[in-house]
């Protein structure tokens, strides 16, 4: 329930205190004022703070807000693109978005979680013949190589591990300043340059792109006036299908983490139950951080539960509060794949990659995807290959954002399982 005391708004600027506490400022403050909708300041602006399935419900609901105007500049220029699918309204985010949901249907899917499980197996021969492997930097490699095979971008092996680490970098400055900000906006624009030049071959007939494939349909997607994307959006929308791929690394690291921190599940998995399989994928989902907020403005003005939303306002949601909020999840501080035993969910109270309807709404249409390659993922670490985990730092920053184990989880003595061990 919304308290009187949501009504506050703080007249200094809390953008230092967002930066030193990342993941966690709309999360303490929540807790601290036992409300889930607080008023503040950041970077000179008055913002709503909200958490919980009610506030996602809400922040969702098109009628109430728009994503115009929401993602500032510097995070479209590094994350996004600039005038992205991801800050369009009404009928022409729809349409849009409809372009990505044919692009990451169930078919689609498999088959990119059926090419990331051989890029694992074709890995595991390699890590045999060194000491130690930092999960994290393989991950990126592989992820961004399978992703450019499935969606048709040609990638030479040379240039592999450049590309994984600017569309890694596009990831790394959302919540950055200074060099990793910078590095960021430099991964931006090298991809988007690239990417350009291959629509426009593709369209000049210059190269030969799948039917079906995501270069093939976006490269040649018209919008609601007739025409065809400039080339350049139609590269930013190309990105926003490769970037994320290669995003789902840091949850690939996380995996590996929850099976080191909870060996237990390690035996479990083994029986190859895909009911286990999907409860353990979710809590890493649930549990590890990822996102940390999402901006919306309001539409129009309303009121809310006693509170009035002026026209304009910038409001932000708790993604990794409500993912740890107590009112939805038993003891959420604790590590437990089981509450997703038949749990379901409700779309605004599990949301580590957005809220609401995929098809019909802005939360992530490759959601899918991410937990399809996690799964085969998790089969390839736990039935596929043994490993030690030497000592190392494991731990992750909530003031970083994004965040991950600061050593990438290292991997020592890697080696194949036979048939016959699984």
Same mark, same amino acid.
């Given at each position: ?7 506050? /708004?703080?007249?200094?600027? =809390? ?9 966690? &400022?709309?999360?303490? %403050? ?18 709503? @703070? ?11 609901? =098109? ?16 994350? &996004?693109?600039?005038?992205? /699918? ?41 890590? +045999? ?14 992820? @961004? %190589?399978?992703? @450019? ?7 030479? +092996? ?29 991964? $931006? ?47 930013? +929308? ?34 190859? =139950? ?42 932000? !949601? ?20 089981? %509450? &997703?035993?038949? $749990? ?19 939360? @992530?249409?490759? +959601? ?11 089969? &390839? ?16 920053? !909530? ?19 036979? =048939?016959?061990?699984?």
């Amino acid at each position: 329930m919304i308290k009187e005391k949501a009504s506050k /708004v703080f007249a200094l600027d =809390s953008s230092i205190a967002l930066m030193r506490e990342g993941y966690l &400022f709309i999360k303490n %403050r929540v807790d601290a004022y036992e409300t889930d909708l607080f008023i503040t300041r950041l970077m000179g602006q008055e913002v709503i @703070c909200m958490s919980g399935e009610e506030a996602a419900r809400l922040v969702y609901d =098109s009628e109430k807000f728009v994503r115009h105007g929401a993602a500032p500049r510097r995070i479209q220029e590094t994350l &996004f693109g600039v005038k992205g /699918v991801q800050t369009m309204d009404g009928e022409e985010h729809l349409h849009r978005k409809q372009l990505f949901m044919s692009i990451m249907t169930p078919n689609h899917q498999k088959r990119l979680a059926a090419l990331v499980s051989q890029q694992w197996e074709a890995a595991a021969v390699k890590w +045999e013949m060194v000491q130690n492997v930092v999960l994290f930097d393989e991950a990126k490699e592989i992820l @961004c %190589r399978t992703a @450019c095979y499935w969606a048709g971008v040609p990638l030479l +092996e040379g240039e592999v591990k450049e590309w994984a680490e600017d569309f890694s970098a596009m990831v790394d400055a959302f919540g950055a300043v200074g060099p990793r900000h910078w590095k960021g906006r430099i991964a $931006r624009n090298n991809a988007e340059e690239w990417i350009t030049e291959i629509i426009e071959d593709v369209r000049l007939g210059k190269m030969k792109a799948r039917e079906g494939s995501p270069l093939y349909e976006i490269t040649f997607h018209r919008g609601l006036d007739g025409n065809m994307m400039d080339p350049k959006m139609a590269a930013i +929308e190309l990105i926003n299908v490769l970037r994320p791929i290669v995003a789902i690394a840091t949850f690939i690291t996380y995996t590996a983490l929850a099976l080191h921190e909870h060996p237990e599940w390690k035996e479990r998995l083994r029986n190859r =139950s895909s009911e286990d399989f999907e409860m353990f994928t979710q809590e890493v989902r649930r549990y590890y951080p990822f996102s940390p907020f999402l901006g919306a403005r309001v539409r129009k003005d309303f009121t809310w539960n006693g509170y009035e939303f002026k026209e304009g306002m910038l409001v932000l !949601l708790d993604m990794f509060g409500t993912n740890h909020d107590s009112k939805i999840w038993e003891n959420p501080s604790a590590f437990r794949p089981e %509450r &997703f035993r038949q $749990r379901n969910s409700s779309v605004y109270s599990f949301i580590p990659q957005g809220g609401g309807d995929p098809a019909k709404g802005h939360r @992530c249409p490759g +959601e899918g995807i991410t937990v399809e390659i996690m799964k085969t993922t998790l089969d &390839f670490l736990v039935n596929k290959i043994e490993f030690e985990v030497p000592e190392q730092d494991l731990s992750y920053r !909530l003031n970083r954002m994004p965040t991950y184990p600061e050593s990438g989880f290292i991997m020592s003595h890697v080696r194949r399982r036979s =048939s016959g061990a699984y």
